[in-house]
């Protein structure tokens, strides 16, 4: 595992950490899992990062960047560091996972409850640069309007629902990546999410030699 810290400015004892991790190992070569989500963990360290340096913005709680090694075969990198750092682990907010960043262009999330409202205040504030980027896999299609950032669904009937008639596609989350050993062994809040396509769960070129 190669894990990065961003240190909080809470007291150690007080601080509730946030986790984002990524694992790095592949079946083939993954160009899409893990990859495309190793360049989101890259993209958001080296912002993070220079933020800090330049003396801009530092976090309230720390941030951790995980790298996880051994993924593939059974979660045994982040399964061994949650073993072995269970103090800071019980305290954290919560573990955000991107696995498979990108394999469509429609966003989705799988999530625990508690992490539902949170996730609809960001598709709040989420802004899009001059086009309306898809969410979901309903057949009318979602999205966040590029105009007026707000979730929309066009109905069978045409009309347009808002956010508030109709939530973006959210799933539960149960097991299968790097966010088991902390939500199923910690019951720290998780979250996975990834650009996907419309209407399958895992693209076809998933764990084979085309994944490249």
Do not use: C
């Amino acid at each position: 595992n190669v894990v990065g810290v961003i240190p909080g400015t809470l007291p150690p004892d007080q601080d509730q950490p946030i986790l984002l991790g990524n694992h790095r190992d592949a079946w083939v070569y993954g160009a899409a899992d893990p990859n495309s989500g190793t360049a989101a963990l890259l993209e958001v360290a080296q912002g993070l990062g220079r933020l800090v340096k330049e003396e801009r913005w530092k976090p309230r709680r720390s941030i951790y960047l995980l790298s996880w090694s051994g993924e593939e075969y059974g979660l045994l990198g982040s399964t061994g560091w949650a073993e072995l750092n269970e103090d800071r682990i019980k305290r954290a907010v919560a573990y955000l996972n991107v696995d498979t960043a990108v394999s469509g262009d429609r966003l989705t999330v799988e999530l625990t409850p508690s992490l539902s409202t949170v996730w609809e205040q960001v598709l709040d504030d989420l802004k899009v640069a001059g086009h309306s980027l898809p969410i979901g896999n309903g057949p009318h299609g979602q999205v966040v309007d590029a105009n007026t950032n707000s979730v929309l669904q066009k109905t069978a009937g045409g009309r347009r629902m808002n956010r508030r008639e109709h939530h973006p596609d959210e799933n539960m989350l149960g097991s299968g990546s790097d966010y088991t050993a902390f939500l199923d062994h910690f019951g720290v809040a998780s979250m996975d999410f990834e650009f996907r396509k419309r209407t399958v769960s895992t693209y076809g070129e998933y764990h084979s030699i085309y994944d490249s």
